[in-house]
């Protein structure tokens, strides 16, 4: 990495590459996979596929049948025998000298991949070879976590595309081979627009294409039509310049005029001269000029992404307020991997919510046959685990992401003997990380003073029970409140670990005033909740959620873990609005857009208007919001979409919904055309008009859509707080499972009269 990449990413790059590293993966090697069902190795050959950006097995006896793992989806490599399966492998195996394998620890590595929940255990030949793979896989994940997915010196490392699409090795390229090369790389072409391509591109008439001729293919195909009616506005001030002039240029001051006028960021010109040197891929850099390929890159680099670099990157919010000033990045029964009936509890699965940022955490804990308590979900099928397993993962990734405060919310299902082997083992694993200090309302810690440290936030044991009538009003309610424990004698070693927030049921807003402390925090189903701002006010709510912390969890009926609207919480202040982080949909997408900010430390300080009860705002009343604004979107093009179908490869219809998200009176969506077979780089040009009441609140969501009969297919979506996006021409990834797609849109924000 330059010096600049350094400057201009604020990281160092710790990792150095041998000579001879990136060659030797490119080449492969035979590695032995841990089958842990059934305790065995099998040899696969893995290589590393720079052209595709994947990890690529394959099984010895059937090299065409490939396994492959985008490098964007890995998440950390570590040595040694770190998995639960190696460990258990080396464990039962350790007396066995048919299986035993003396120097498993030197030459064992875990591949960690699919947001934390999966992994491939991997023996190599040699320690060289083990360190080999972990020092280069390490670099391109650290990379890649840094620039979302893109790899700055792909071009160093990659083999020519000419190369891996010359199958025939004849020097030359014909139809077949420039097809099966564009499937590799998930490029679908009309057959008419690939026959146009290799026409314009085949100079010498011959029906084939040499390498100059496969580059000049490779650069129409890649030609950014939307972008050159930008450079040619910027150049010369005129968009609609003769199409066959293309300025050979910009100048550093037209390109300080660019970051100005359209991007609204202030630079000097030094400044200018110093982005136009870093990104400009000719020897007009020298000169300080931009051709239109610099400016490609420019806009395609991620401080130009539609978000605000500054704030997602780094923590700049006050934190020197209490819980009750912030939203928190708040997970539901975390043990789960999918429904809420059926699906598999694991460990991993609170690695993969830290990893994504949450800072609440849920365990619901039940008596083990064995003496140990376990944790899964009650009267379903789902599996038990271990609570000490779960509290050991936990200890160790618990402030890999933030260093801010992690949650622990316990629900209590457990005898005393074992709420008393709980209590052994919080003591054992995180005695390090409780806050145990004295305080009261007036010296309330705040989440700088909490820093790692990690907060157990449960129920002080009770010691009445509840009559049979007030179980009957329970049940009459309807609500079926999971998160109440059941009844249990008091251990007076369970306040020992408790401090800071406590649970508390919650009897309503007036109750809580008058009986409750700033450290009691009440949890409310999603339809308690809705009831609550019903039938209350808005002014009373937000007296209650600026004084109390407070969780508000999905109902009961959500069995196919769907999540709740968090949008309709945060409105009304309530700070964690807990969702299942593993259900892919518009509610995570929300919840992802809320906690980028802040440099993604998993809080979010609430605006001042859900802070300040004074204020007197009002979700429902326009009256009430001072700072209305118009939003101007252009949806000008996307590139690379996905096929719809693995199976019939598909060329996508796309259209673009923008959909805001916010108070009642901002909720509207609109929607382009849609532009016909064309997932490439289909261009669109449309302008989309939005008043937004109160941009404190909203969020805009993109979502990419094929036009089919019937139902219209998903393509990707992306969501974005309002707050943070920036003005100007933006690309910016979209979700799904491919992790491919952009948009390229430009934005325009003003002040409403």
Known sequence: MTDFYKKYYGYEDNIKLKDDDIRILQEGMTLKKLNASKEEFNERFYKLDFNTNEL??????????????AITILNEVKSGCSSDN????????????????????DVSFVIIFDNFRKSLDLLAPSEADRDLW???LSYFIILTKKRKGVLPEADKIMKSYFELADTSNDKKLDKNEVTEFLDSINIKLKKKQLQKLIKISDMDRDGELNEAEFEHFMLQLKKRRE???????IATGDQKTGTSFIPEYLTADRFQFFLERYQKETKTLEECKEIIYNFEPTDLKDEFKLSLYGLVNYLMDPHQHIQDYEKTHQVYMNMDMDFSSYFVNSSHNTYLSGDQIMSESDPNCYVAAIMKGARLLEMDCHDGSDGRPRIYHKKTLTNKILFEDVIEVIKEYAFKISSYPLILTLELHCSPPQQLVMVEVIKEHLKDYLYLESFDDTSYPTLNDLKNKIIIR???????TKSVLQNMVRINQNDFDEEEDEDFEEIKELEHVINVVQNASFKGIDY????????????????????????DTASRILQYTSHFFTKVYPAFYRQDSGNLKPIDYWLYGFQMVALNFQTFDSANDLNDALFQDNGQCGYVLKPRILRDPSLRFDPNNIATMENKVKFNIKIISAQN???????????????????????????QEKKTRTIHDNGLNPIWNEDLEFSINCPELAFVRFIVRDEDLGNDDFVGANAFRFENIKQGYRHFHLKNKYSKGTLFVGIRISKQN
């Open 56 to 69: 690529v097995a394959t099984t010895k006896e059937f090299r065409k049948k490939e396994k492959k793992y």
């Open 86 to 105: 190696l460990k258990s492998f080396k464990l039962k195996n350790s007396l066995n000298d048919r299986k035993n394998i003396a120097n498993i620890e």
């Open 134 to 136: 972990v020092r280069v």
């Open 227 to 233: 972008i050159l009616s930008l450079y040619k506005l």
């Open 458 to 464: 449960c129920r002080k044991p009770i010691k009445e």
């Open 512 to 535: 809580a005033f008058q009986n409750y402390s700033k450290s009691q925090s009440s949890s409310l189903s999603e339809s308690k909740c809705s009831k609550l701002i019903e039938e």
């Open 641 to 667: 979409l996905p096929n719809k179908s693995d199976i019939f490869k598909d060329i996508v219809d796309p259209y673009v919904t923008v959909k805001i998200y916010g108070v009642p009176s901002d909720k």
